[in-house]
């Protein structure tokens, strides 16, 4: 475990501003290139780098998979409700004039800031499922057969 000191000390160093920057790409990206997909993406590689890094049972106690599971169902949730939000209240599915009838433009910000919110939590959650999934199989052969 020692001998991958620096490879731990600069991985912790990223994490925190991998993070950052997907908050960044995620609420940034109504105003410039980016949004949910890119910022879920950029969320599960934070994870996944300390995965690679520090193993896979270290990932999974800091995010654990049922958490995972819950956010990809989470991220439609809030997706699928912003939708239904508008319908019950009179306007077309994800119509966002309704999250701010008096103010059509707020109602178009808040609502592209939830659908990739939940866009964001969904993609989060399933990149880091596929992760998990993939790395936790039992491999076929040994490494000594390759």
Do not use: C, N
Not at 17 to 39: E, K, R, T, W
Request: proline share 4%; hydrophobic share 50%.
């Amino acid at each position: 475990m020692r001998h991958h000191l620096i490879l731990r000390v600069i991985t912790k160093l990223l994490i925190g501003s991998i993070m950052l920057f997907a908050l960044y790409v995620q609420f940034h990206g109504d105003y410039s290139p980016g949004g949910g997909f890119q910022a879920g993406v950029i969320m599960a590689v934070a994870f996944i780098i300390y995965g690679v890094v520090f193993s896979l049972d270290e990932a999974q106690r800091v995010l654990p998979p049922w958490v995972v599971h819950k956010m990809a169902a989470l991220g439609v949730l809030i997706y699928a409700a912003t939708g239904v939000y508008s319908l019950f209240v009179g306007y077309g599915f994800l119509d966002y004039t309704a999250l701010s009838p008096d103010y059509p433009e707020k109602g178009q910000h808040y609502g592209i800031l939830l659908v990739e919110l939940g866009v964001g939590v969904t993609v989060t959650g399933v990149m880091v499922t596929i992760y998990y999934a993939f790395t936790s199989r039992t491999p076929i052969m040994d490494d000594e057969a390759w």
